[in-house]
């Protein structure tokens, strides 16, 4: 067993889920997908114990060694308990559906773990509500979300109120469900990515501003992309769709302008001194 986490006065920063609603709405998404399931963050069973009902091979990871040895004992041959350290239990290099109720204080952990993983199908997770917002894209996308959106879908399905744990939580949870794509939206993950990052920590008024001082794009590849798209020149980075995103990816592969042979402006006296993505910047 591992070191244990820091965070939460109750035992390993967990709320565990007691409400029957939300318990049966996972099993319902977990019951239009297939294969076997791997449940991080097991507990007490409370979602292990229906999950095993219809005999799909489940692995449950559970940190805590006196809840994973009850769990042991409470449940059926194909379920295999694992005292183990979510973060650092090896996934399995075949085909499976992750399900978790996640403790709230790893979230973001976790799920950069989980996006970066390679076999898994669909990811159904108990997270916190306003991790579940944002990943989701409710109110504008984060750089994360815009980061792996060409590979993954992010769907929020319900907010799961604070009082459907134990101990009750001071906020919110959310229930979201990421699928993986079956084609990606963009071949170039690593540079892709780094793209990312640089719109939205860029600086600028808006897209327009914020994409031509990377020194990516010419300004008239540019200004043809905004109104192919129907973007505004003053939208942010989190107002883009997943689709623009990859659309704007292509247009700036295709452009012959490259970093290295353009350099970015540097900002005069009265260019602004805020960050382009800084209302839609959040991770």
């Not at 390679?118 to 109110?139: D, F, P, Y």
């Not at 993954?152 to 229930?175: H, I, K, T």
């Not at 914020?210 to 020149?233: K, V, Y």
């Amino acid at each position: 067993m591992s070191q244990r986490h820091p965070g939460g006065a109750h035992e390993l920063g967990q709320n565990f889920l007691v409400d029957h609603s939300t318990i049966s709405a996972i099993e319902n998404l977990v019951a239009e997908t297939s294969g076997p399931i791997v449940e991080l963050a097991a507990g007490d069973g409370a979602l292990t114990v229906p999950l095993a009902r219809p005999g799909r091979p489940i692995t449950a990871v559970e940190l805590d060694p006196r809840r994973a040895r009850r769990l042991r004992r409470r449940t059926p041959e194909h379920v295999a308990v694992v005292n183990e350290d979510l973060l650092r239990f090896p996934l399995p290099w075949t085909p499976h559906v992750l399900v978790g109720n996640l403790p709230f204080h790893l979230t973001t952990a976790v799920l950069k773990r989980v996006l970066d993983a390679r076999h898994w199908r669909t990811a159904i997770l108990l997270v916190q509500w306003e991790v579940a917002r944002r990943r989701a894209g409710v109110g504008g996308a984060t750089m994360l979300t815009a980061q792996w959106w060409p590979w993954y879908e992010f769907g929020l399905r319900q907010r799961v109120p604070a009082r459907s744990f134990l101990p009750v939580p001071s906020v919110d949870g959310g229930l979201l469900v990421v699928t993986r794509r079956e084609r990606p939206l963009v071949a170039e993950g690593g540079q892709y990515q780094r793209f990312v990052r640089d719109v939205y920590t860029g600086r600028g008024r808006g897209l327009e501003e914020i994409l031509f001082r990377t020194g990516r794009i010419h300004r008239s590849a540019l200004r043809q992309w905004l109104h192919e798209e129907q973007i505004s020149p003053r939208a942010l980075p989190k107002e883009l769709t997943a689709t623009q995103w990859a659309s704007l990816w292509r247009r700036v592969r295709s452009t012959t302008t490259a970093p290295s042979r353009r350099r970015p402006r540097k900002p005069t006296s009265s260019a602004p001194s805020g960050r382009g993505g800084g209302r839609g910047a959040g991770r």
